[in-house]
């Protein structure tokens, strides 16, 4: 027994010596990243954080949600009752391997370890590609972890990382090995667990990436494969590309029904199917790229970029192989400078991060430096008793090739303000590649190939020290900003504000960010999740409510309003009506408000709201309409302030309103950008995210409604300063991507409206009563009493389509109030309730999914009698395959590319 024990601890030192670079080249990678955290005075090292752009306004808030789920019953992964109204975040629900932290860690510390997130992602992704090389190219040891670190560090992973696409990152090498194995051994299975993981992980990045995929592929099969072999290759490509597809149809289409509703694939998607040519021609004849972060796709590519050129020297007579990794890298280079092309392999557009498949583009460089690894003759110098001075040179040239690459984008930064990341690329790559070349040239007698680790280290240290800690933070957009999360969970703690799923808290100016709810864990009105559908954000701007690109913010509205959406306290940085709120405390510079005028969650209400319409109707109408339906009576709670223009100049418009005492006055304001706004001679405070104490409308989250307050009995003088103009004459501002929020696409024009709290008492008072609502998980129950059969029950829930309802045990329709809310019609008397979230698409995508499994099941009992792939399907597929290939390759890539050369050169 002792024998045996010996043997296998023999045996596990044996497989840990000859797979040590597999271990090795995270673990490298890990050292490299803390040395730079530690230079960046990154957390724990320092104050700074990596932990900006997306990763902080919305990547974070997402984790959190996770870990809500992962350590609490009440809570489900794709839903969030914290953000917009309760929301369906089904398309956020992306597995991650930071879920693993997420199971140990604290929550209060979550925002403060995406420096973990960062170290986990990056060293995976260095012992994925380790794997890759080492099964796939058989690498030697030395050259393994050379290339892993440059598929680690690649400019995408240190460019992107703040966006979690992470994850696909670290498992494409996985899936690419997949893939080699179903082209040389016709293993479809790890294929098509690759597939499904990856769709688990990043559903959307991944779907880019079969692009290329498609593409590269094709080339494979007619460069490598054994001409015997291409068409059952392609036939096994194409079955298990499609069971991967099939067998993840429960989670994949629930995504992608909520991805095709949202106003961000709405705003964004360049195809409009009803004039596809059109579109298409608009996007292929794009010449200027909206960023130049694409050249950083090349950092980390100098090293397998010299190798692959000495490989390919040395084995010149091997054409065909020749070819594929050429155009295997050019598939994805050539994106860089063609803008067309690229845009159509992002479905036709993108917002600001280019390239979004451009980790295939590092991985294809690494891939062939290390098939070509082998050609090459690593010049080992005989001085291996000076082990020390070895160590000693490797440390030298680390030093000295990182202060010069750190200091030169610094220095060239300094003295060129307009400095871009091309040029960090164009100066660098070059030099780099130079140096490369003389390591591993077989004649080099002078500097040894191991020298080749300290300029690799040298390199992804100054890369990583350059991009990861945000030098420039007085450049970043303040929702860029995480300050807001530790803000949030410190407001909690001090304020005492309790946690819960359906009484709503609301920042003035959204000051806090959209997504603070999430970190509080309190019910908001506020969300960034990327992926409201468009419908919810136009009818909460009907209302006065403000709202920029695809996020929700709770500022503006009315407290009816409010009342109705659920709104029971307020957190502002200056002080509000006493007429509105309740004063609590103040803590850290904010103002905690109790709404003194307040409707219960759920309310039986008469039939008439539902036909409601916000088309054609401003804030004044819909809240009239809404407090008709609430009072079954014709009375208006909101009445015109009727304004009358006292006098104007160029830059200077004064009018006056009669206001009354028990009224409360909202201004709006359209068609205008930076207004000083004065109220009887007092500048008028509009808080906003950017700017807590700014006084120019529209504040950046602060766009819409404004509250007055009760101004009394007597003439109000409202003094309109245009420092820049109307906006009917300017031409030059940024448009929002959601153009019916953008004052600057309105017609100029100023609004008041006198709320009476006379009347909102009023409705109050009729609603006094405490329904009995539950709200846990995907589930919502409620018990509540109609006193006729022309009710409904009203729920400030967001309207998304995804949920069952059932009164008394029958199924019954929820419907839509304001495209908004939701609503079930109710029977006379007690009614009990309940609602299911059910993601749309789910049932679909079960079926699939169980269709997809009886095949697959199939595909392998035919596979096992040699039945699953006859001579005619393989050949049709093939054939197919072809033509595809070819009318892909003239729209994507010939069209696009000569007309970018009959642009720049010939026109």
Not at 131 to 156: D, H, M, N, Q, R
Not at 522 to 551: K, M, V
């Amino acid at each position: 027994m002792c024998y045996n024990m010996t043997e296998e601890i023999v045996m596990i030192d044996k497989n840990i010596r000859k797979n040590y670079d597999i271990l090795l080249a995270p673990f490298i990678t890990a050292v490299v990243l803390l040395v730079c955290f530690a230079i960046g005075k990154i957390y724990p090292f320092g104050s700074n954080n990596v932990e900006y752009y997306d990763m902080a306004q919305g990547i974070i808030p997402n984790f959190y949600h996770v870990w809500d789920a992962l350590h609490t019953k009440d809570i489900s992964l794709w839903f969030n009752w914290y953000s917009g109204l309760g929301v369906n975040d089904t398309a956020n629900a992306s597995l991650s391997v930071f879920w693993i932290a997420l199971l140990v860690l604290p929550r209060r510390l979550v925002g403060k370890a995406m420096g973990l997130y960062v170290v986990m992602t990056f060293s995976l992704s260095a012992f994925t590609s380790s794997i890759f090389l080492k099964k796939a190219t058989g690498t030697k040891p030395f050259v393994t972890i050379l290339l892993s670190l440059c598929y680690a560090f690649c400019g995408f992973s240190v460019m992107y990382y703040t966006n979690a696409w992470q994850d696909t990152v670290l498992l494409f090498p996985l899936f690419m090995l997949a893939w080699y194995v179903l082209m040389k051994k016709s293993k479809i299975l790890p294929y098509i667990i690759m597939v499904v993981l990856n769709v688990l992980c990043g559903y959307y990045v991944f779907i880019l990436l079969i692009f290329y995929v498609f593409f590269m592929s094709f080339l494979y099969l007619k460069t490598v494969v054994d001409k015997k072999r291409r068409k059952r290759c392609a036939f096994e490509l194409g079955l298990s590309t499609a069971l991967g597809f099939g067998l993840s149809g429960a989670i994949l289409l629930p995504k992608l029904a909520q991805t095709f509703s949202s106003e961000r694939f709405l705003s964004e998607t360049g195809f409009d199917f009803s004039r596809i040519v059109k579109q298409y021609l608009d996007i292929a004849q794009t010449t200027v790229c909206k960023s130049d972060d694409k050249w950083a796709m090349l950092f980390c590519v100098s090293l397998p970029l010299a190798m692959m050129i000495l490989g390919i020297i040395e084995n010149r007579k091997n054409k065909k192989t020749n070819i594929f990794f050429v155009f295997n890298i050019l598939l994805l280079a050539v994106l860089i400078v063609c803008e067309g092309a690229n845009a159509l392999m992002h479905f036709g557009d993108y917002k600001y991060f280019p390239m979004r498949m451009g980790y295939a583009l590092a991985f294809s460089f690494v891939w062939a430096a290390g098939y070509y690894s082998k050609f090459l003759k690593f010049n080992k110098l005989n001085f291996e008793e000076k082990s020390g001075k070895n160590i000693l040179l490797v440390l030298f040239n680390f030093v000295l090739f990182f202060c010069l690459m750190f200091l030169t984008y610094f220095v060239l930064k300094k003295f060129d303000n307009t400095y871009e990341f091309k040029y960090s690329v164009l100066y660098s790559m070059p030099i780099l590649t130079a140096l490369y070349f003389v390591v591993f040239y077989k004649k080099n007698k002078i500097v040894d190939y191991r020298v080749a680790l300290s300029i690799v280290l040298a390199e992804t240290l100054a890369l990583s020290t350059i991009f990861i800690p945000y030098w420039q933070t007085d450049m970043l957009e303040k929702e860029h900003n995480p300050q807001y999360i530790s803000t949030s969970q410190s407001l909690v703690k001090k304020l005492g504000i309790e946690s819960s799923k359906i009484d709503r808290i609301k920042t003035v100016g959204t000051t806090l960010n959209c997504n603070y709810g999430t970190i509080m864990q309190r019910a908001t009105l506020a969300d960034w999740t990327h992926l409201i559908p468009s419908n919810i954000q136009s009818s909460l701007i009907s209302l006065g409510y403000s709202s920029e690109y695809t996020r929700l913010h709770d500022s503006g509205g009315t407290a009816f309003t409010d009342a109705i959406l659920g709104v029971k306290n307020v957190l502002s940085v200056k002080n509000e009506s006493l007429e509105l709120y309740n004063k609590i405390s103040k803590k850290k510079g904010y103002n905690y408000y109790k709404c003194k005028y307040t409707l219960p969650y759920a309310m039986a209400v008469n039939k008439s709201i539902l036909d409601i319409d916000t088309q054609n109707s401003n804030w004044i109408d819909l809240n009239n309409q809404l407090y008709k339906s609430f009072t079954e009576t014709n009375e208006n709670i909101v009445e015109n302030g009727n304004l009358t223009l006292k006098s104007k100049s160029n830059n200077t418009e004064i009018y006056t309103f009669d206001s009354k005492k028990g009224n409360i006055s909202y201004f709006k304001l359209d068609g205008a950008v930076g207004v000083s706004v004065y109220v009887d001679g007092e500048v008028l405070k509009i808080p906003s995210i950017d700017r807590e104490k700014a006084k120019k409308y529209p504040g950046r989250f602060n766009r819409n409604l404004i509250c007055l307050g009760d101004l009394g009995d007597k003439e109000v003088e409202i003094k309109l300063e245009f420092k820049e103009g109307k906006c009917e004459n300017k031409k030059n501002f940024r448009k929002n991507n959601f153009g019916n929020d953008d004052i600057r696409n309105k017609n100029f024009g100023v609004e008041i409206g006198l709320m009476s709290l006379e009347k909102l008492q009023k409705v109050c008072d009729m609603y006094n009563y405490k329904s009995n609502v539950k709200a846990e998980n995907y589930n919502l129950s409620v018990n509540i009493n109609a006193n006729n059969e022309q009710k409904v029950l009203l729920l400030p829930l967001q309207y998304n389509g995804c949920w069952i309802a059932k009164v008394n045990g029958k199924n019954e329709q929820v419907k839509s109030v304001l495209g908004l809310m939701s609503a079930v019609e109710l029977d006379k008397g007690e009614n009990n309730v309940s609602l299911h979230f059910a993601p749309t698409g789910l049932k679909a995508g079960l079926m699939i999914s169980g269709v997809s499994v009886l095949i697959f099941a199939l595909a392998i009992i035919l596979r096992k009698k040699n039945k699953l792939m006859p001579n005619a399907v393989c050949g049709f597929v093939y054939a197919f395959y072809f033509i595809l290939f070819v009318i892909a390759s003239v729209l994507v890539y010939v069209f696009p590319t000569m007309y970018l050369i009959f642009h720049s050169f010939l026109k």
